[in-house]
């Protein structure tokens, strides 16, 4: 063992096997720190978390995707039926359908065709409150993102000590896109999170295959079942079982082609961990409708080549691989972007890595930085590489080939992934290290509070923090709608009896939030007079707010009128502009 590492602990870890045991406790005999006192420091931590969710759940407006999955929860629980939002899995509807269970949600027939009709209706229609729909829909998925804190706790501790899990924990329970896609009704923390639950059951099977290989296989398919994105993994988390066989059965198997029956074995566990997986997905279908009534729709869309073979051989329901299918299609058209102040259509290869860097707090991308350093050269962790930093750069390369560059969601795993490897620099010994990491742990945590309770707009200060954000970013990174009830707080508190003229983006009703508002493509530019809000989406770029009939070309110059004969007043929530004229 290296001098500059710390002993490993006894006790509560001894069935870890010894690559796997903590490098950085010093939770042992004669240290003065108690278990009671990480007890405590987890329920701060993510008591802390569970206040920031809580309140940005009760204070937003719905999201651009919320409404579709919340009324397609809603049909679950009704209809038990396939026929809304069949683009991604239904687990994490049927998360949400849990705390839309104990309320009575009136949802009128015949449906609405469109998904994002039957979500108006669902929040806005029907005598509903929209606010009270949305924040029991929403408090499943901070209850299940809390977990998933202590996965994240428990993986570290495994590595490094309870001292590392908690380092660890601080790290994901003040990460300003944990708390902010963990507070919403979506899709992207529960696929997230389960991953990172399988990926620690696999590490734990190291030492004890027939209790953890199983669950790992609950989590992958928890996973897929949750969001197609996290699909890659199923064959990532293939090769740690055959990797984790492996290690189990270097001293086991003996004859003349040892290496051949290892890995014939490893691929026979992993084939089974698969089918587990796949299981589960079966079943989230099979609970929504025994029946798996399913015809495909027309939107499917015809595809062809490699993709459509693959997905053909898939063992997955044919909703599932509808769904793939209407996904993969999505992929061939052109989207606009925004990424350091520039539009631009297309896509960038480097947009995710970008938006990661202005996204996430600076003390906690040093923190990835040094955690993958030590897991690197240090030997006694260098066999959890595979199991968190392969998949974390796999994951992140499918994500980077995708076509739309519309928020750092669609990597939501790197954050709560590589809170686990900065956990790693706790390995050893050195007290300037230590220091080091509490620093910059500490230097997270303000950064998160600062930006309280506007996670969704946050940006590191480098970037401006949450005031500055929309000047990077757009979309999901900074305004997805979800400021219109703040914004009808601020109409109301500071101009009231002004005509409002509003541009928005999203899918919340400008009228339940007390806001009466002329859309200013609608009257003279003479008549445009008082406050005027605009979404920043519909700013960057200017044309994505624009009418959808009409003279697009006259409405884009009235609104660059507007815009060069007024002045800005504020930013509402980090993603609505105020205006006066």
């Known amino acids: 063992m290296s001098q500059e590492t710390a002993p490993a602990d006894t006790g509560r870890q001894?069935?870890?096997?010894?690559?796997?045991?903590?490098?950085?406790?010093?939770?042992?005999?004669?240290?003065?720190?108690?278990?009671?006192?990480?007890?405590?420091?987890?329920?701060?931590?993510?008591?802390?978390?569970?206040?920031?969710?809580?309140?940005?759940?009760?204070?937003?407006?719905?999201?651009?995707?919320?409404?579709?999955?919340?009324?397609?929860?809603?049909?679950?629980?009704?209809?038990?039926?396939?026929?809304?939002?069949?683009?991604?899995?239904?687990?994490?509807?049927?998360?949400?359908?849990?705390?839309?269970?104990?309320?009575?949600?009136?949802?009128d027939k015949p449906y609405p065709v469109h998904p994002s009709d039957l979500g108006k209706a669902a929040l806005y229609e029907g005598g509903n409150d929209a606010q009270h729909v949305l924040l029991v829909a929403r408090l499943p998925m901070i209850v299940l993102t809390l977990l998933f804190g202590l996965v994240v706790f428990a993986f570290a501790r495994d590595l490094t000590g309870p001292i590392g899990g908690?380092?660890?924990?601080?790290?994901?329970?003040?990460?300003?896109?944990?708390?902010?896609?963990?507070?919403?009704?979506?899709?992207?923390?529960?696929?997230?999170?389960?991953?990172l639950t399988a990926l620690w059951l696999l590490w734990r099977a190291r030492s004890r295959p027939y209790r953890y290989?199983?669950?790992?296989?609950?989590?992958?398919?928890?996973?897929?079942?949750?969001?197609?994105?996290?699909?890659?993994?199923?064959?990532?988390?293939?090769?740690?079982?055959?990797?984790?066989?492996?290690?189990?059965?270097?001293?086991?198997?003996?004859?003349?082609?040892?290496?051949?029956?290892?890995?014939?074995?490893?691929?026979?566990?992993?084939?089974?961990?698969?089918?587990?997986?796949?299981?589960?997905?079966?079943?989230?279908?099979?609970?929504?409708d025994p029946h798996l009534h399913w015809v495909s729709p027309r939107s499917?869309?015809?595809?062809?080549?490699?993709?459509?073979?693959?997905?053909?051989?898939?063992?997955?329901?044919?909703?599932?691989?509808?769904?793939m299918r209407y996904q993969f299609n999505l992929e061939h058209a052109t989207y606009s972007g925004f990424l350091f102040g520039e539009s631009y259509q297309g896509a960038k290869w480097y947009y995710l890595p970008a938006a990661l860097l202005i996204k996430e707090p600076i003390g906690m991308i040093v923190l990835w930085i040094m955690g993958t350093v030590a897991v690197l050269i240090t030997p006694r962790l260098r066999a959890v590489g595979p199991y968190v930093l392969v998949p974390t750069l796999l994951l992140t390369g499918v994500a980077m080939a995708g076509s739309r560059n519309w928020g750092v969601r669609y990597a939501i795993f790197v954050p709560v992934i590589l809170a686990v490897v900065a956990a790693a620099v706790l390995a050893y010994r050195r007290r300037w290290l230590h220091v080091a990491a509490g620093v910059l742990a500490a230097y997270v945590a303000v950064s998160s509070l600062s930006a309280f309770p506007y996670y969704l707009a946050y940006s590191n200060e480098a970037f401006g923090g949450v005031q500055g954000t929309h000047e990077m970013l757009t979309d999901s990174n900074v305004d997805w709608g979800q400021d219109l009830g703040r914004l009808g707080e601020r109409v109301k508190q500071e101009y009231p009896g002004q005509p409002v003229f509003l541009i928005y983006k999203g899918r919340g009703e400008p009228a339940y939030y007390g806001i009466t508002a002329i859309s200013p493509f609608t009257v003279p530019l003479d008549q445009v007079h008082g406050v005027i809000a605009i979404s920043e989406r519909c700013l960057a770029p200017k044309s994505s707010c624009l009418p959808a009939t009409g003279d697009r070309k006259a409405a884009r110059a009235q609104l660059d009128r507007i815009l060069a004969t007024s002045r800005k007043d504020e930013l509402v929530g980090g993603s609505i502009q105020i205006y006066l004229r």
Request: aromatic residues 8%.
């Open 166 to 195: 908690l380092l660890a924990l601080a790290l994901y329970a003040f990460s300003p896109d944990a708390i902010a896609y963990g507070s919403l009704a979506n899709v992207d923390m529960p696929s997230a999170g389960f991953l």
């Open 14 to 107: 001894a069935a870890v096997p010894p690559a796997q045991r903590p490098a950085g406790d010093r939770a042992g005999p004669g240290s003065r720190w108690r278990p009671w006192m990480t007890l405590v420091v987890i329920l701060l931590f993510l008591g802390q978390m569970a206040a920031g969710m809580v309140t940005a759940a009760r204070q937003q407006s719905p999201t651009v995707d919320e409404p579709v999955y919340i009324g397609t929860a809603v049909t679950y629980l009704h209809d038990h039926r396939f026929t809304y939002n069949y683009e991604h899995p239904p687990l994490a509807k049927l998360v949400i359908a849990s705390g839309l269970a104990f309320i009575d949600v009136r949802l």
């Open 300 to 323: 499917v869309g015809p595809l062809t080549g490699v993709k459509a073979n693959l997905t053909n051989l898939l063992p997955y329901p044919l909703p599932y691989r509808d769904g």
């Open 213 to 288: 290989l199983p669950l790992a296989g609950l989590a992958l398919g928890a996973s897929t079942a949750s969001k197609m994105s996290t699909l890659p993994a199923v064959p990532i988390a293939g090769l740690l079982v055959v990797l984790t066989v492996w290690h189990l059965t270097r001293d086991r198997v003996t004859g003349k082609r040892p290496v051949l029956r290892r890995l014939g074995l490893g691929v026979a566990v992993a084939a089974g961990v698969a089918a587990i997986s796949v299981a589960v997905v079966w079943a989230c279908y099979l609970i929504v």
